[in-house]
Nanobody, 119 residues
Framework: QAQLRESGGGLVQAGDSLRLSCAGS????????FGWFRQAPGQERSFVAA???????RYGDSVEGRFTIARDNGKKMVYLQMNSLTPEDTAIYYC?????????????WGQGTQVTVSS
């Protein structure tokens, strides 16, 4: 099975930008849909963004207009560009392969990367 590994998290100031990367693998990468999810302390894991095999995208309400998901099938990478970050964006961010794109059904996850936004 393909593996996913997130990177790019860190500590930033409110208003700053950050780009997360998700490195995939496997021969079927280009035919798979992927999503970004996040989990803040004491909260359930929530949907952030998704990208389909053909490049269609959708976003959670809280990040619409601020975050952008993209993919590079040649590099087997999925990206999450995060702009205008606020402390409410602080969470562990996970990349997952979507088995059902519209239901956000995740087949497997990466290990996650911590994003902390200070005031």
């Amino acid at each position: 099975q393909a593996q996913l590994r997130e990177s790019g998290g860190g500590l930033v100031q409110a208003g700053d930008s950050l780009r997360l990367s998700c490195a995939g693998s496997g021969d079927t990468f280009g035919r798979n849909a992927f999503g970004w999810f996040r989990q803040a302390p004491g909260q359930e894991r929530s949907f952030v963004a998704a990208i389909a095999s053909a490049g269609g995208v959708r976003y959670g309400d809280s990040v619409e207009g601020r975050f952008t998901i993209a993919r590079d099938n040649g590099k087997k990478m999925v990206y999450l560009q995060m702009n205008s970050l606020t402390p409410e964006d602080t969470a562990i961010y996970y990349c997952g392969r979507l088995n059902n794109y519209y239901r956000n059904l995740v087949m497997y996850w990466g290990q996650g990367t911590q994003v902390t936004v200070s005031s």
